[in-house]
């Protein structure tokens, strides 16, 4: 048993973990941080926002070394790939931010243990630090932060050699000639994008009719078909039955979601993105009597308190979209609350974007929620290939959807597939926080020529009076 008397331990130190251990420290309390990994800032910096988004940026750059310069009169000859230094600079990406993160906790005067943490009993959590050893720490308040991990198909489990999951997909260590992606979701769109960009075959095989489950669904019906015409081929209403070692890898038996022919595709790897699961492995919640549901989420209320008094639970591990800024928020709004503030997040306002090219991004409801809970609502809609920016930087692809309540005005979703969509979403999420009307964005002065102007223009569209269209 340490003498330190802690406030706060946190278990897990990703991004719901490290950002509620800082703002409990700026609150006053004593705080420990207790991660496994050996580097802080979880899935979201290590192997998940981060290195995808620099593999995304550096293969977008050679996708328009090779193909769109020449469009600008720009010519570059002999555009060679160089996958070690691409790797290696994602590679040092990562360094760099999860060492800030250690930088942050010295500034903020968090403890950081390099360890399992596992919930001994009420107020104690026992570490086994990874250099050996036990410690066990004596804390006010425990907040679970384990964050999740990828779903294995019951057909075949990751080796991250063949069978990748995200961690192994984004460090392979040449260009697949055929990547076969199970999952048309947010990992298997952009993981499959890097490769596409770099030269790989890529076929998306995906259970459901159409990609996407749960993003509007004309966003996602144009989505398809910008990535198709990109080159990525897709087997929708399909599953994967087996999987076998073949000639140039691996090959799969598929067929139809409802049952038909069999099938086999060859790959010489295959990327498994159906979804991520909770993880608490080793945390010892049964021992502890803490709830989990069916899904295997750590059970909270609305404040994030678990069924054992002074344990909460925050980010991938509860019940939400499992993303990095979502649980930065729940990060927050627990440190606040057990300072004895209240805190507090608005669900429908959290965006969701995925960093293809182009970007989608969305937040609030889609139109097929509100058709379903039966909500009168209108559409604005603003293709970007009628604003006057994106023709300048010649990216014209995609269009702005505005959705707002046909009596109040009052903006209830919105969804952009198009250049930058996910810094342009931004202004829309506030909106909703200050649940603006689609005529207090279509009133407030855009600079021109931005592409900010298409969000301006489509909330001038719900009222039937979009200017350039
Ligand atoms: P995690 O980040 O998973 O962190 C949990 C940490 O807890 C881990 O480091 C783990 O080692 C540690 N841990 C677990 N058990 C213990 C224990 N018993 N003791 C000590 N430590 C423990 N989200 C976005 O918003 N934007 C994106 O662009 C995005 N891209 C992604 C790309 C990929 C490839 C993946 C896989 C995910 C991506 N996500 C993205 C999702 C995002 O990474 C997660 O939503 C986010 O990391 C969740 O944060 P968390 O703190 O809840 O958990
Ligand atoms: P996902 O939930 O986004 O997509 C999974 C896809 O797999 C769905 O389309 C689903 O219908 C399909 N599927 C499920 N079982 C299947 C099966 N047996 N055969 C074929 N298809 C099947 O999950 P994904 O892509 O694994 O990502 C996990 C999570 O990580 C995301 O939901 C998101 O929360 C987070 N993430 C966020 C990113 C971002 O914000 N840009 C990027 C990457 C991940």
């Given amino acids: 048993m340490t003498d330190t008397q802690y406030d706060l331990v946190v278990i897990g130190g990703g991004p719901g973990g490290y950002v509620c251990a800082i703002r409990a420290a700026q609150l006053g309390m004593k705080v420990a941080c207790v991660e496994k990994r050996g580097s802080l800032g979880g899935t979201c910096l290590n192997v998940g926002c981060i290195p995808s988004k620099a593999l995304l940026i550096s293969s977008e750059k050679f996708a328009e070394a090779q193909h769109d310069l020449a469009a600008h009169g720009v010519k570059v000859g002999g555009v060679e790939l160089d996958l070690k230094t691409m790797l290696a600079r994602k590679d040092k990406v990562v360094l760099d931010l999860t060492k800030g993160i250690e930088f942050l906790f010295k500034k903020n005067k968090v403890d950081y243990k390099i360890g399992s943490g596992a919930i001994a009993a009420p107020g104690k959590v026992k570490v086994t630090l990874n250099a050996g050893g036990e410690e066990t720490l004596a804390t006010k308040n425990i907040v679970i932060a384990t964050g999740s991990d990828h779903v294995d198909l019951p057909t075949m489990a990751v080796d991250e050699k063949r069978i990748v999951s995200s961690t192994g997909a984004l460090a392979l260590a040449s260009v697949p000639k055929h990547l076969v992606v199970v999952g048309a979701g947010y990992i298997g769109l952009e993981m499959g ?21 749960g993003m509007d669904g004309e966003v996602a019906k144009q989505f398809q078909r910008v990535l198709t015409r990109q080159g990525f081929k897709f087997r929708l209403g399909t599953k994967v039955t087996g999987a076998k070692p073949g000639k140039a890898g691996i090959d799969l038996t598929v067929e139809p979601a409802g049952g038909g022919a ?177 005529e207090d964005i279509a009133r407030t002065c855009h600079a021109h020529p931005t592409q900010n102007e298409a969000v301006k223009e489509a909330a001038l569209a719900v009222a039937g009076r979009a200017i350039h269209v």
């Fill in 193 to 213: 994008s890097v490769w596409r960009r770099l030269g790989a075959e890529v076929t998306v095989v995906e259970f459901l009719d159409r990609i996407t489950p």
């Fill in 262 to 438: 069999p099938e086999t595709i060859s790959a010489d790897i295959v990327l498994v993105a159906i979804g991520r699961k909770p993880h608490t492995a080793g945390l010892g919640l049964d021992r502890a009597g803490i709830k989990t549901d069916a899904k295997g989420r750590v059970e909270v209320d609305d404040h994030f308190r678990t069924s054992l008094p002074g344990v909460y639970a925050i980010g991938d591990v509860i019940r939400g979209p499992m993303l990095a800024h979502k649980a930065e928020d729940e990060g927050v709004v627990v440190a606040e609350i057990i300072a004895g503030q209240s805190g507090h997040i608005d669900y429908d306002a959290i965006p969701g974007v995925v960093y293809t090219w182009p970007e989608v991004a969305a937040v609030g409801k889609t139109e097929e929620e509100l058709k379903a809970a039966n909500v009168a609502y209108k559409v604005g809609k603003f293709p970007f290939a009628a604003g006057s920016r994106a023709r300048a930087n010649g990216f014209t692809e995609g269009f702005v959807k505005i959705l707002a309540d046909a009596k109040t005005d009052r903006v209830l979703g919105a969804h952009i597939i198009g250049p930058d969509a996910g810094t342009l979403i931004a202004e829309l999420v506030l909106g909703m926080e200050f649940k603006a009307a689609a």
